[in-house]
């Protein structure tokens, strides 16, 4: 069931939305050569605490950290380790707090120190795919609008969109109804409703779509070993429009 939030939800929303983009606007200034990526999650983990929320992934589904680091070919659910970040590594960072019972959900990927021409390209036009996506958004508008604009943008781009992990609803669950695709054709599945929530989040890669699970299970990667980045905003539907809950 697709939930439609009440107004008194909805400010819980905002608030663990806020403390989420505000995670991530913190953690950008530690990421730099040198740093492990256990030490980036206890940042997140501390911050988290201390803004009156609880960290949204610690134990989901037995995740065993606060933050997702995924570097270089790593697509999402990276476990921080001991790994230290070097330079020219990319790093994306996903993250979710949880206020009163409500969740938070958004990433980013940023450089380590300089990076290649075709990483920072990669970067630019994963978050531009993100804001393309976003703008299909409003009450009457299909779920399939918003994948059509990702798939599109990336594919002009000549970016690989990954398809087997998707966007999804928020609330009181972190991953809720329904499934936000980044890919899809116009005017097909769900009709967006003014009060849902839902976090967009495109996945693309330098190379080819295709990816594999590590043997930790949790850690998804390229196929080819080429770079992927990942964008991840949630939002409010509105009539108009939307609103990003989880700015930075
Ligand atoms: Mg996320
Ligand atoms: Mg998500």
Redesign the pocket.
């Known amino acids: 069931m697709i939930s439609i939030k009440s107004p008194r939800e909805i400010e819980l929303l905002k608030k663990a939305g806020e403390i989420t983009g505000q995670t991530l606007s913190y953690l950008k200034q530690f990421v730099k050569p040198g740093i492990t990526t256990k030490e980036l999650d206890k940042l997140a983990y501390d911050f988290i605490l201390k803004q009156g929320a609880t960290p949204s992934f610690l134990n989901y589904d037995g995740f065993p950290a606060s933050l997702c680091t995924s570097i270089n070919d790593e697509v999402v659910h990276g476990i921080p380790s001991n790994r230290k970040l070097k330079e020219g590594d990319i790093i994306s960072l996903d993250v979710g707090a949880c206020y009163k019972g409500y969740h938070g959900?958004s990433a980013i990927t940023c450089p380590v120190g300089k990076i290649s021409k075709e990483k920072a390209y990669l970067i630019e036009h994963t978050e531009k795919s993100l804001y393309e996506g976003l703008s299909a958004i409003k009450a009457g508008a299909k779920i399939g609008d918003i994948g059509y604009k990702v798939q599109s943008y990336a594919e002009a781009h000549h970016l690989g969109v990954v398809k087997e992990l998707v966007?999804?609803g928020v609330g009181t669950d972190v991953?809720e109804s329904p499934d936000v695709p980044n890919y899809g054709e116009k005017n097909t599945g769900i009709t967006l409703k003014e009060g849902m929530v839902i976090?967009v989040?495109p996945m693309l890669n330098l190379g080819t779509a295709d990816i594999s699970i590590l043997d930790d299970d949790w850690t998804i990667v390229t196929d080819d070993a080429m770079p992927s980045a990942h964008f991840?905003h949630t939002v409010l539907v509105t009539k108009e429009g939307y609103t990003i809950l989880t700015k930075r």
Request: net charge negative; aromatic share 0%; hydrophobic share 15%.
């Open positions: 959900d966007g999804h991953h976090a989040e991840e």
